[in-house]
């Protein structure tokens, strides 16, 4: 996966922390990593349901486009693209993906502006 720019979320929870102690003491060589899969797979989900409900994780709905913005967004678009802002070509949630690393999952989009900046840092 590209370098995606963005939020990184840590957690800091003795108690997760130990439960997860207590499943790598019992688990395979392999737990880990197919613990991390699960919570890639799981936040991945979760995530596209948010483009569909189009909701923010609170469950609140998506701020509507100012007027001036889809003035200045049918004009540029010519009607070609779609959706609400964070719809408009699709690229943000086409490239949605996680990626496992020894002790970590990464979650997040690899789209990018015509300057190639993260896209959804904007967002």
Same mark, same amino acid.
């Given at each position: 996966m @590209?370098?995606v720019?963005?939020?990184?979320v840590?957690?800091?929870d003795? #108690?997760?922390?130990? =439960?997860?102690?207590?499943?790598?003491?019992?688990?395979? @060589?392999?737990?880990l990593?197919?613990?991390?899969?699960?919570?890639g797979q799981?936040? +991945?989900?979760?995530?596209?349901?948010?483009?569909?409900?189009?909701?923010?994780?609170?469950?609140? @709905? =998506?701020? @509507?486009l100012?007027?001036?913005?889809? +003035?200045?967004?049918?004009?540029?678009?010519? $009607?070609?693209? &779609? $959706?609400?802002?964070l +719809?408009r070509? $699709?690229d943000? &949630?086409?490239?949605?993906?996680?990626?496992? #690393?020894?002790?970590a999952?990464l979650?997040?989009?690899?789209?990018?502006?015509?300057?190639?900046? $993260?896209?959804?840092?904007?967002?």
């Amino acid at each position: 996966m @590209p370098d995606v720019s963005g939020i990184t979320v840590q957690i800091d929870d003795g #108690e997760l922390r130990a =439960w997860i102690a207590r499943f790598m003491q019992q688990s395979s @060589p392999d737990g880990l990593q197919r613990l991390l899969n699960a919570i890639g797979q799981d936040m +991945e989900s979760r995530i596209e349901r948010r483009f569909d409900s189009k909701t923010d994780p609170s469950g609140a @709905p =998506w701020a @509507p486009l100012a007027e001036s913005t889809k +003035e200045r967004y049918g004009k540029a678009d010519k $009607g070609k693209k &779609r $959706g609400t802002l964070l +719809e408009r070509s $699709g690229d943000m &949630r086409d490239k949605l993906s996680y990626q496992l #690393e020894s002790d970590a999952v990464l979650i997040g989009s690899s789209a990018v502006t015509d300057k190639g900046v $993260g896209y959804p840092t904007f967002h």
